[in-house]
């Protein structure tokens, strides 16, 4: 990777200005398509991003990888030779792929927020102990992305940004119910609704993206919820919700436009 990008950099420096690059959210963000998992690469604030590598990961043993699907297409040059095979991280319990990324006509890409980077399908030994899943580093590198003016930044990558990320906060049962909470229109203007699978008293908790409190409110066993965001600014939201009896924090994230 080094190697390519000191290429990169010689071929393409005249190309690109500085600029000022916002926080790069990656998320590792699962769901159940019968009986496999669909590992959502998700991203926000990525623009003009150059080059990148990262490993997507999940618990040894508990996945096998099918295949990867749903490519964005605003990554040119992004194909099946930018993932590794599947590969064990033995000392940090890990199965996982890696991934390595630049574009050889030397341009950078951008794509929506909330876009999808890539999908990696997996087959799970057992559906009832679906285990961890997250965006890491391994034992052969560390986390890279670079931007257009060619520096390195950090992405943010934590459990607090997506519902489930970087081995902290994800059990089966968490996934289904999570599974079972529909929200929408993503992206919305005025007004985002909820629907849950059963009744129970919640509170919910709106949180900007640098983590401060937008709104709070509990709802007491209602199945269909609105929440107004009218007076909310535009950007990315996570919507922190809290089960009362099984104190459970689930997290779903929208877009304010």
């Known amino acids: 990777m080094k190697k390519h990008l000191l290429f990169f950099i010689i071929f393409a420096t005249s190309q690109f200005g500085s600029f000022a690059q916002s926080e790069l959210e990656l998320c590792a963000m699962p769901r159940i398509e019968g009986d496999q998992v669909h590992l959502d690469v998700i991203a ?26 749903n490519q964005n297409v ?19 319990n890990l199965s996982l792929i890696r991934t390595v990324w630049f574009d050889p006509a030397g341009l950078t890409a951008s794509v929506d927020n909330g876009s999808v980077l ?22 052969w590198f560390a986390i890279e992305v670079i931007n257009g ?9 934590n459990g607090e940004s997506c519902n489930v990320l970087n081995f902290t906060s994800t059990s089966n049962e968490n996934l289904s119910e999570l599974e079972s909470i529909e929200l929408y229109p993503n992206p919305a203007l005025k007004e985002i609704n909820l629907e849950f699978a059963k009744a129970e008293k919640r509170s919910l908790t709106i949180m900007n993206a640098a983590g401060d409190v937008a709104r709070e409110e509990i709802i007491n066993g209602d199945v ?24 459970n924090v689930l997290i779903k994230s929208f877009i304010k436009q």
């Open 224 to 247: 269909e919820v609105k929440i107004n965001i009218e007076n909310l600014t535009s950007g990315i939201y996570h919507l922190h919700i809290k089960s009362e009896s099984s104190k």
């Open 74 to 92: 605003n990554l040119e040059g992004f194909g099946a030779t930018s993932f590794s095979p599947e590969m064990d991280n033995v000392p940090d």
């Open 44 to 69: 926000n604030n990525f623009t003009e991003i150059a080059s990148f590598q990262f490993a997507v990961a999940w618990e040894l043993d508990k996945h096998s990888l099918v295949e990867i699907a």
């Open 118 to 139: 890539f999908t990696a399908i997996l087959e799970p030994t057992d559906l009832n102990d679906l285990g961890e899943f997250g965006i890491v580093a391994d034992q």
């Open 149 to 157: 003016a060619f520096e390195e930044i950090d992405p943010i990558i």
